[in-house]
């Protein structure tokens, strides 16, 4: 169950990115700045702070999805060890940082803090995919 809690701040920062696209997509579609049929398939030109909403919410069912997986799996099996959660919480820490480097402008933005948050959460989510796989070894083989 102490697995549950990093994913439900994932979860909430998922459903905030829903919000905030919604929230910019109408605000350009009121200031007539794109259309309404642009976003049949995403064609056009879409103003950078709009892209970046897209990419930032996108970006959330890329990676996380394998963290959600690890979770689950953890929670299932049941017998995971301290560091297992601490990796979940490392993963769930360094994806804290990106998505507030991904709140500002990409355009102006250095990209090297960004970067190195996502490849930190990337270790520890390996560190936590590498942590099952020899958990399950040692248990059954």
């Not at 200031?31 to 398939?41: D, V, Y």
């Not at 979770?71 to 301290?82: E, H, V």
């Not at 989510?125 to 248990?139: A, D, E, M, P, T």
Request: net charge positive.
């Amino acid at each position: 169950m102490a697995f549950i809690f990093p994913m439900v701040i994932m979860a909430f920062m998922k459903i905030f990115l829903t919000f905030r696209l919604l929230y910019k997509a109408y605000g350009f579609l009121k200031g007539k700045k794109i259309l309404l049929k642009q976003f049949q398939l995403y064609e056009g030109d879409f103003p950078d702070e709009l892209r970046s909403a897209r990419y930032q919410f996108q970006n959330m069912f890329e990676i996380p999805i394998l963290f959600y997986i690890l979770c689950l799996i953890n929670m299932f099996l049941d017998f995971s060890y301290t560091s297992d959660l601490v990796f979940a919480w490392g993963f769930v820490i360094f994806r804290i940082i990106h998505f507030f480097f991904r709140l500002k402008n990409q355009r102006d933005l250095n990209i090297r803090p960004r970067t190195l948050a996502f490849v930190l959460s990337l270790i520890f989510l390996s560190l936590g995919w590498s942590s099952l796989f020899f958990n399950v070894i040692s248990r059954y083989i």
